[in-house]
């Protein structure tokens, strides 16, 4: 042990027992004392080893660490080769993904637990190299008897963050560690050199990755034109606004959701997930003062329905406006293979209805839910208001509301039901009431210019028949 290490070897004891060292670097007896607050023992204490070791495997695999370490690799592995000496990354809860050295110092490095799942972090084992580089958010070199635990004392620990410059995020650190009696004065340029590098690979790797984001879904996003609208990553971070910058990025780091909310500026929006994992679609209210309607449908007398998403209207096809009829009229939801029958008859596939789904939730969004299918949130529709209605109005405002049949270009067998029996109902309404000016309206229109019975009642009203002819 040389001279220096034996002074801070002196000063360790001398600070854990509760006395004060020049010795000791403020850093370092910060961190001490940080440790001693959390209850870290140095001698009792030692790094938790979670998870299990096919666990980290599958971890480091997943990690975004994963993409860079070859150029860390490339950059210290040099380091990995010298006798005694380690390398290690670790994420950025200071959990150790991989750890590289010849066999004889990997076994004496497991006597201290620098093996792979074990949590180096501050809060866990105190000064080290990886915990006070991550707590300090800096390269971080940390000598022998620096260490806070006793079983660590032997080891030198360079150690420096990995930073995403795009996001600011650390994603974790790369670690160089050997003997005490080795000295490696590259060990710490070397350490930060390695971490700048994969943070600008990392850097370059997001800055793709959300072009590709915004390749791909920006286009939902302007499809509203006139709304504010904005798309934010599955990470949380705005990639693009409608009008520039009005969504701030602290109001989208919290969004994790669909459906509407309240920004903290008071402003009513709906957020929709693009895919399972994001990115999210944000768009302002369109009329947030009519009661908070969400989803509105117009189908009667409509070649392709007409629907409404928080006050922008999108007309669909024939095949999506049966769809959305069907769901709008079944608020308890269909099976796909419900679907298909309604849809497309006896010999329709469920297949087919998975997929026209997949399409019409790029229209609906949220509001289109699977397993059953259903639309969910405040939905209405024309058709289903005036079914709800009809009791209640006089022939005049039963016609008012019935402006020709539903979808009637539809030879879908759900929509052909749906359609006979409320121009059966609303034939009926007018007939029950009797208002001649209705019933002359009704043989006037298209839908009811063949309809016999009404033309007698005009005729002869104390003559006609009951109103089933």
Same mark, same amino acid.
Request: charged residues 25%.
């Given at each position: 042990?040389?001279?220096?290490?034996?002074?801070?070897?002196?000063?360790?004891?001398?600070?854990?027992?509760?006395?004060?060292?020049? #010795?000791?670097?403020?850093?370092?007896?910060?961190?001490?004392?940080?440790?001693?607050?959390?209850?870290?023992?140095?001698?009792?204490?030692?790094?938790?080893?979670?998870? %299990?070791?096919?666990?980290?495997?599958?971890?480091?695999?997943?990690?975004?660490?994963?993409?860079?370490?070859?150029?860390?690799? &490339?950059?210290?592995?040099?380091?990995?080769? #010298?006798?005694?000496?380690?390398?290690?990354?670790?994420?950025? !809860?200071?959990?150790?993904?991989?750890?590289?050295?010849?066999?004889?110092?990997?076994?004496?490095?497991?006597?201290? &637990?620098?093996?792979?799942?074990?949590?180096?972090?501050?809060?866990?084992?105190?000064?080290?190299?990886?915990?006070? =580089?991550?707590?300090?958010?800096?390269?971080?070199?940390?000598?022998?008897?620096?260490?806070?635990?006793?079983?660590?004392?032997?080891?030198?620990?360079? =150690?420096?963050?990995?930073?995403?410059?795009?996001?600011? %995020?650390?994603?974790?650190?790369?670690?160089?560690?050997?003997?005490?009696?080795?000295?490696?004065?590259?060990?710490?340029?070397?350490?930060?050199?390695?971490?700048?590098?994969?943070?600008?690979?990392?850097?370059?790797?997001?800055?793709?990755?959300? *072009?590709?984001?915004?390749?791909?879904?920006?286009?939902?996003?302007?499809?509203?034109?006139?709304?504010?609208?904005?798309?934010?990553?599955?990470?949380?971070?705005?990639?693009?606004?409608?009008?520039?910058?009005? /969504? /701030?990025?602290?109001?989208? $780091?919290?969004?994790?959701?669909?459906?509407?909310?309240? +920004?903290? *500026?008071?402003?009513?929006?709906?957020?929709?997930?693009?895919?399972?994992?994001?990115?999210?679609?944000?768009?302002?209210?369109?009329?947030?003062?009519?009661?908070?309607?969400?989803?509105?449908?117009?189908? /009667?007398?409509?070649?392709? $329905?007409?629907?409404?998403?928080?006050?922008?209207?999108?007309?669909?096809?024939?095949?999506?406006?049966?769809?959305?009829?069907?769901?709008?009229?079944?608020?308890?939801?269909?099976?796909?293979?419900?679907? =298909?029958? #309604?849809?497309?008859?006896?010999?329709?596939? !469920?297949?087919?209805?998975?997929?026209?789904?997949?399409?019409?939730?790029?229209?609906?969004?949220?509001?289109?839910?699977?397993?059953?299918?259903?639309?969910?949130?405040?939905?209405?529709?024309?058709?289903?208001?005036?079914?709800?209605? +009809?009791?209640?109005?006089?022939?005049?405002?039963?016609?008012?509301?019935?402006?020709?049949?539903?979808?009637? !270009?539809? &030879?879908? !067998?759900?929509?052909?039901?749906?359609?006979?029996?409320?121009?059966?109902?609303?034939?009926?309404?007018?007939?029950?009431?009797?208002? $001649?000016?209705?019933?002359? &309206?009704?043989?006037?229109?298209?839908?009811?210019?063949? *309809?016999?019975?009404?033309?007698?009642?005009?005729? $002869?009203?104390?003559?006609?028949?009951?109103?089933?002819?």
């Amino acid at each position: 042990m040389d001279e220096t290490t034996r002074r801070l070897a002196a000063a360790r004891e001398n600070a854990l027992s509760g006395g004060t060292s020049a #010795q000791v670097r403020p850093e370092v007896r910060a961190s001490w004392d940080r440790a001693r607050k959390r209850g870290v023992h140095p001698d009792r204490s030692l790094p938790p080893v979670e998870p %299990a070791a096919d666990l980290v495997g599958e971890l480091t695999r997943q990690h975004r660490l994963a993409d860079v370490w070859p150029t860390l690799l &490339r950059t210290i592995g040099d380091a990995a080769t #010298q006798t005694g000496h380690l390398v290690f990354i670790s994420d950025p !809860a200071g959990r150790l993904l991989r750890v590289v050295g010849d066999p004889a110092t990997r076994r004496n490095a497991e006597r201290a &637990r620098l093996v792979p799942g074990a949590l180096w972090n501050e809060e866990q084992v105190g000064t080290s190299g990886v915990g006070t =580089a991550l707590a300090l958010g800096r390269p971080f070199q940390v000598r022998g008897p620096e260490h806070y635990l006793s079983v660590a004392a032997d080891f030198n620990c360079s =150690a420096a963050p990995i930073v995403d410059p795009v996001t600011g %995020a650390t994603v974790g650190t790369v670690d160089v560690t050997y003997p005490v009696a080795s000295a490696n004065a590259l060990a710490m340029p070397l350490v930060a050199a390695a971490a700048r590098l994969a943070g600008a690979q990392l850097g370059e790797q997001t800055r793709q990755r959300d *072009d590709e984001v915004r390749a791909r879904y920006v286009d939902h996003v302007l499809r509203r034109s006139g709304v504010r609208s904005a798309l934010v990553g599955a990470d949380g971070r705005v990639l693009h606004t409608t009008p520039a910058g009005w /969504l /701030l990025p602290q109001w989208a $780091a919290g969004l994790e959701k669909d459906g509407p909310m309240t +920004l903290p *500026d008071g402003q009513r929006v709906v957020v929709e997930r693009l895919s399972p994992s994001g990115p999210f679609a944000v768009h302002g209210v369109h009329h947030p003062d009519r009661g908070g309607e969400l989803l509105r449908v117009q189908a /009667l007398g409509r070649g392709r $329905a007409l629907v409404h998403v928080d006050g922008v209207p999108h007309e669909l096809s024939l095949r999506h406006s049966e769809l959305v009829v069907l769901l709008a009229a079944h608020p308890g939801g269909m099976g796909a293979e419900e679907m =298909a029958r #309604q849809a497309y008859g006896p010999n329709g596939k !469920a297949v087919t209805v998975r997929a026209e789904m997949t399409r019409l939730r790029r229209v609906l969004g949220y509001r289109l839910r699977s397993d059953p299918y259903r639309l969910v949130g405040r939905v209405s529709a024309d058709f289903l208001e005036l079914e709800r209605s +009809l009791a209640e109005r006089t022939g005049g405002e039963a016609l008012d509301g019935y402006p020709a049949p539903l979808l009637p !270009a539809s &030879r879908a !067998a759900g929509i052909e039901a749906l359609r006979d029996g409320l121009h059966l109902r609303v034939r009926r309404r007018l007939i029950s009431h009797g208002d $001649a000016d209705a019933l002359a &309206r009704w043989i006037a229109s298209p839908h009811g210019r063949d *309809d016999v019975f009404v033309r007698r009642m005009l005729a $002869a009203p104390d003559e006609h028949a009951s109103p089933g002819e």
